[in-house]
């Protein structure tokens, strides 16, 4: 096949990417996007074959490892519970990152079989973006793996900080630079090897003190990195399917990064920082004043629900953890059945990725126009009878309006409080993950329902 | 003096971020997760790199140091071809309209 007619070709799968990307505006339109996307992805993948136009033994391997690594994913996306997708997601960019650090390497070492000249003498602009696609690309997978294992709980979720660690992320990272710069006078291959080191050891030491709570910001983040990393890796290898792929991906996961940290109140910096709660924690167990707390039971909740008009149903984190979304989804259709009206009210940052709860209540089957965003359904919060807030803390508590002195004030938060009343479900009055006292739990029409949300939620149905 | 084919690159670089901005701004906040998993998928378009760089090998040897990381590369990134299409299918198929006949 022509350079000329494969180079088109490229370009059209790119066409057909960022179409992929345009149908998520809308979930009509979502699933023909995906469509295209796969579509892009066959005409990047069969006019590669055909300008290779090798058609010998390797390539019947290659069918074979596509086969393999083909089964292994469509199995695991079958298999996959809505709640793992953080996990999941975190699971893919590592291995996005790992091949692009492997591609890397091999152009590394057969620099002519893409065209990029000889061993010990590779183009130089080839050599800089081979360098920058294979050290993005350990940062994406190390940073990854380490987020996979603290969404899994094989790691502790708690920020793990020490003293001189952002001196030693910014030593580390200029060392990327000169090892870059020394790469390319010698063209040596041990500081190629150090070079991929050295970001394995960053990514690493980038995550570990970033908190549970903030992987929203830190999935968007390494989403983010995978794309750049594609876009290194497609300079190199002059595919301009690639470098647009690269591109848009990196810029998606650079907003959803911004989204997230904009629902949180913080800057990206203070995120990546870490140690996020590390202080406040020790600070708020200290001076906890005991104040009084209304408790009750499912049958409380379900006579109030019962006698009320509208409900606003406000998710969280901790939905996902109990599984609670069916559970809800069938107390909410007993409370239609009885003419109460109910939508639900997302935050931007519940759950632990963005658009995490959204995808939970789309599986237990709620439609989607009865799930609004924080700006859509803020105001309605002053004219519900009950607010039933499950699995949510930090994004309902008032002192973000109030108490200038709190580690989260200004960030944005769900007007819950103005509702006539609030139903609590949570295992105890513990904080959330910003380590702060929820003035909600005190407030004189709050009613705390001390139970496993998942039981709590069956209990209140059969109540009803 | 001809221009660079390397800028003809930056040049697309450059406007496709451009494009991705825009468009996935126009992104519901509902569909963020799909947004994720299939950004996923189709970064694994990495693969044409695996593919040249297993079918790399000279003739008759199929595995040199080489191509061993292409093939290698070629199974990750299946895994996130494949795994990401079929997940976000699968999230998509489950946004649902309300019935209209309540």
């Given at each position: 096949?022509?350079?000329?007619?494969?180079?088109?070709?490229?370009?059209?799968?790119?066409?057909?990417?960022?179409?992929?990307?345009?149908?998520?505006?809308?979930?009509?339109?979502?699933?023909?996007?995906?469509?295209?996307?796969?579509?892009?992805?066959?005409?990047?993948?069969?006019?590669?074959?055909?300008?290779?136009?090798?058609?010998?033994?390797?390539?019947?391997?290659?069918?074979?490892?596509?086969?393999?690594?083909?089964?292994?994913?469509?199995?695991?996306?079958?298999?996959?519970?809505?709640?793992?997708?953080?996990?999941?997601?975190?699971?893919?960019?590592?291995?996005?990152?790992?091949?692009?650090?492997?591609?890397?390497?091999?152009?590394?070492?057969?620099?002519?079989?893409?065209?990029?000249?000889?061993?010990?003498?590779?183009?130089?602009?080839?050599?800089?973006?081979?360098?920058?696609?294979?050290?993005?690309?350990?940062?994406?997978?190390?940073?990854?793996?380490?987020?996979?294992?603290?969404?899994?709980?094989?790691?502790?979720?708690?920020?793990?900080?020490?003293?001189?660690?952002?001196?030693?992320?910014?030593?580390?990272?200029?060392?990327?630079?000169?090892?870059?710069?020394?790469?390319?006078?010698?063209?040596?291959?041990?500081?190629?090897?150090?070079?991929?080191?050295?970001?394995?050891?960053?990514?690493?030491?980038?995550?570990?003190?970033?908190?549970?709570?903030?992987?929203?910001?830190?999935?968007?983040?390494?989403?983010?990195?995978?794309?750049?990393?594609?876009?290194?890796?497609?300079?190199?290898?002059?595919?301009?399917?690639?470098?647009?792929?690269?591109?848009?991906?990196?810029?998606?996961?650079?907003?959803?990064?911004?989204?997230?940290?904009?629902?949180?109140?913080?800057?990206?910096?203070?995120?990546?920082?870490?140690?996020?709660?590390?202080?406040?924690?020790?600070?708020?167990?200290?001076?906890?004043?005991?104040?009084?707390?209304?408790?009750?039971?499912?049958?409380?909740?379900?006579?109030?629900?019962?006698?009320?008009?509208?409900?606003?149903?406000?998710?969280?984190?901790?939905?996902?953890?109990?599984?609670?979304?069916?559970?809800?989804?069938?107390?909410?259709?007993?409370?239609?059945?009885?003419?109460?009206?109910?939508?639900?009210?997302?935050?931007?940052?519940?759950?632990?990725?963005?658009?995490?709860?959204?995808?939970?209540?789309?599986?237990?089957?709620?439609?989607?126009?009865?799930?609004?965003?924080?700006?859509?359904?803020?105001?309605?919060?002053?004219?519900?009878?009950?607010?039933?807030?499950?699995?949510?803390?930090?994004?309902?508590?008032?002192?973000?309006?109030?108490?200038?002195?709190?580690?989260?004030?200004?960030?944005?938060?769900?007007?819950?409080?103005?509702?006539?009343?609030?139903?609590?479900?949570?295992?105890?009055?513990?904080?959330?993950?910003?380590?702060?006292?929820?003035?909600?739990?005190?407030?004189?029409?709050?009613?705390?329902?001390?139970?496993?949300?998942?039981?709590?939620?069956?209990?209140?149905?059969?109540?009803? | 003096?001809?221009?660079?084919?390397?800028?003809?690159?930056?040049?697309?670089?450059?406007?496709?971020?451009?494009?991705?901005?825009?468009?996935?701004?126009?992104?519901?906040?509902?569909?963020?997760?799909?947004?994720?998993?299939?950004?996923?998928?189709?970064?694994?378009?990495?693969?044409?790199?695996?593919?040249?760089?297993?079918?790399?090998?000279?003739?008759?040897?199929?595995?040199?140091?080489?191509?061993?990381?292409?093939?290698?590369?070629?199974?990750?990134?299946?895994?996130?071809?494949?795994?990401?299409?079929?997940?976000?299918?699968?999230?998509?198929?489950?946004?649902?309209?309300?019935?209209?006949d309540k």
């Amino acid at each position: 096949m022509s350079a000329n007619l494969s180079a088109i070709l490229y370009l059209v799968s790119g066409v057909l990417f960022i179409l992929a990307l345009r149908g998520l505006s809308s979930p009509e339109t979502s699933r023909q996007g995906n469509l295209f996307g796969i579509i892009g992805m066959v005409i990047a993948v069969t006019v590669t074959f055909l300008s290779v136009g090798n058609f010998g033994a390797g390539f019947v391997y290659v069918l074979i490892f596509l086969a393999i690594g083909g089964s292994l994913g469509a199995f695991i996306a079958y298999r996959i519970p809505m709640t793992a997708m953080p996990e999941l997601v975190a699971g893919f960019h590592s291995l996005v990152g790992l091949a692009a650090v492997f591609v890397a390497i091999s152009a590394f070492i057969n620099p002519s079989a893409f065209n990029l000249g000889t061993p010990g003498n590779i183009k130089l602009a080839s050599l800089i973006e081979m360098a920058i696609g294979a050290a993005v690309g350990a940062i994406t997978f190390s940073g990854s793996v380490i987020a996979f294992l603290k969404l899994q709980g094989i790691m502790s979720g708690a920020p793990i900080t020490f003293k001189g660690q952002h001196l030693l992320n910014a030593l580390l990272l200029i060392l990327i630079v000169i090892l870059t710069i020394y790469l390319c006078l010698t063209q040596s291959s041990n500081l190629f090897w150090i070079l991929i080191a050295i970001s394995f050891l960053i990514g690493f030491l980038i995550i570990i003190p970033i908190g549970g709570a903030d992987m929203p910001v830190v999935i968007s983040m390494l989403n983010s990195y995978s794309g750049w990393a594609a876009a290194g890796i497609g300079f190199t290898l002059e595919n301009t399917a690639l470098i647009i792929t690269g591109a848009l991906v990196g810029s998606s996961g650079a907003i959803l990064s911004y989204i997230m940290c904009k629902g949180m109140n913080r800057s990206f910096f203070n995120v990546i920082l870490g140690g996020f709660g590390a202080t406040d924690q020790t600070s708020g167990s200290q001076n906890k004043e005991q104040r009084p707390v209304k408790s009750g039971n499912a049958d409380d909740a379900a006579f109030l629900m019962k006698n009320a008009s509208s409900v606003i149903i406000v998710p969280g984190y901790g939905m996902a953890v109990a599984q609670a979304q069916h559970a809800l989804r069938e107390m909410v259709d007993t409370l239609k059945k009885n003419d109460i009206k109910v939508s639900y009210a997302i935050h931007p940052v519940a759950g632990r990725m963005p658009g995490h709860m959204n995808v939970l209540l789309a599986e237990a089957n709620v439609p989607y126009d009865e799930v609004f965003e924080l700006e859509e359904i803020n105001n309605d919060f002053a004219n519900a009878d009950v607010a039933f807030v499950i699995g949510a803390n930090d994004v309902t508590n008032p002192v973000a309006k109030t108490d200038p002195q709190s580690p989260i004030y200004g960030m944005p938060v769900l007007d819950v409080e103005k509702c006539k009343s609030v139903l609590f479900v949570k295992r105890s009055l513990s904080p959330g993950y910003a380590g702060i006292d929820n003035d909600l739990f005190y407030k004189e029409n709050t009613l705390m329902l001390f139970a496993d949300a998942k039981k709590m939620t069956e209990d209140i149905t059969k109540n009803l | 003096m001809e221009i660079d084919p390397f800028i003809f690159r930056l040049s697309i670089f450059i406007l496709s971020i451009f494009v991705g901005y825009y468009v996935v701004w126009s992104v519901t906040p509902s569909l963020h997760t799909p947004l994720m998993s299939v950004t996923n998928a189709i970064s694994s378009v990495i693969i044409v790199g695996a593919i040249i760089a297993a079918l790399s090998g000279s003739d008759g040897v199929v595995f040199s140091s080489s191509s061993i990381y292409g093939f290698l590369a070629i199974i990750l990134a299946a895994v996130n071809i494949f795994g990401g299409f079929l997940v976000t299918q699968r999230m998509l198929a489950m946004y649902k309209k309300k019935k209209k006949d309540k």
